[in-house]
Antibody, heavy 119, light 110 residues
């Protein structure tokens, strides 16, 4: 079955970087974008950006421009999201989700990775 | 402040029908498909509706979606206590060149 499995919880200091992975299985990895969505504790969903495994193209929400890097590794069917210059406001759960907004939307989600930023 | 506007909460009795609205603008809902997601505490969002009104396999027809102009609506009929969750609408914004979500609506089944 189609599955996205994310890496484990992270605890980071303010100013550090975090890199979250998302391993895909059960479908052709290069056929769909990988999106990243975060959710601060007790808050709503916030779209961060996308990466296309076939083209290597990416697109980021303006809020994260300059601080986020999304990459993919077609050889290992894995997507990565790296966020730098962390502050306490980056504490939350980060999800990967495959799909195109104007087609089947975000139809499969990872289980989420909790990132805690402490000072 | 979310780009898409949803009511923070709605409530209804078991068996009744509830609707959740999602208001946007000409650059998002008016020109792009809307999707809806259901989220229980501590779990990942689950897709309920895509392309305005289509349901993924396994989603009962009690859940339905529609879109008109700059607004979209999720309707849930035959409410069950297991439907208590937070519901999010989402779409693409062509001006921002970004995905956008509503702030979420918490459904209480009384």
């Amino acid at each position: 079955q189609v599955q996205l499995v994310q890496s484990g919880a992270e605890v980071k200091k303010s100013g550090a970087s975090v890199k979250v992975s998302c391993r895909a299985s059960g479908y052709s990895f290069g056929s769909l974008d990988m999106n990243w969505v975060r959710q601060a504790t007790g808050q709503g969903l916030e779209w961060m950006g996308w990466a296309n495994p076939s083209s290597g193209n990416t697109g980021y929400a303006q809020k994260f421009q300059g601080r986020v890097t999304m990459t993919t590794s077609p050889s290992t069917n894995t997507a990565y999201m790296e966020l730098s210059s962390l502050t306490s406001e980056d504490t939350g759960v980060y999800y990967c989700a495959r799909g195109y907004w104007n087609a089947d939307a975000l139809d499969v989600w990872g289980q989420g990775t909790t990132v805690t930023v402490s000072s | 402040q979310s780009v898409l506007t949803q009511p923070p909460s709605v409530s209804a009795a078991p068996g009744q029908t509830v609707t959740i609205s999602c208001s946007g603008s000409s650059s998002n809902i008016a020109t792009n498909f809307v999707s809806w997601y259901q989220q229980f505490p501590g779990t990942a969002p689950k897709p309920l509706i895509y392309e305005d009104k289509k349901r993924p396999s396994g989603i009962p027809d009690r859940f339905s979606g529609s879109r008109s102009g700059t607004s979209a609506t999720l309707a849930i009929s035959g409410l069950q206590t297991g439907d208590e969750a937070t519901y999010y609408c989402g779409t693409w914004d062509s001006n921002l060149n970004a995905g956008v979500f509503g702030g979420g609506t918490k459904l209480t089944v009384l």
